[in-house]
């Protein structure tokens, strides 16, 4: 129907899930010896950076059409979104041990549970703002050309 070139499509997503998995993986090995708060402000800092290069951006000077510059952006992107779930998942529930005086160890069951609810509530927050987020875009564009 927008007549896209499946290919530009296929290599975007590649780009993006592809150094997001590898990402997970590698990140917290690679980076166990950093501070968490760290990891997760210079992901952020990543992350702005590769939205950038999804362009067109007038403000930046990239153009409409620059496959190189989309795969970049998509990677870093899918590259600095691994270290920052991972990592913040334990201060999340360091948080909550501290407000309910949980100690861990006592029961692996409730530790299992929390971890898993936490991961969940996670990632459903992610994807929550990813399938809101266009929705907000494409407002901002009609209205206010932003």
Known sequence: MFNYDTLKISL????????????CILGPLLLKTLPRRWIYVQGLILATIGYILLGPSPYFGL?????????????????????TVVSTLPEALDTWKVLYDHCEGVDPYLDGM???????????????TAMIAPYVAGALNDNYSY
């Open 114 to 128: 929390m971890t898993d609810v936490f991961a969940s509530l996670h990632i459903n927050l992610k994807c929550l």
């Open 63 to 83: 153009p409409q059409d620059n496959q190189i510059l989309i795969l970049t952006g998509f990677a870093i992107v899918g590259a600095s979104q691994g270290p």
């Open 12 to 23: 975007s997503l590649l780009a993006l899930t592809g150094t997001y998995f590898v990402s």
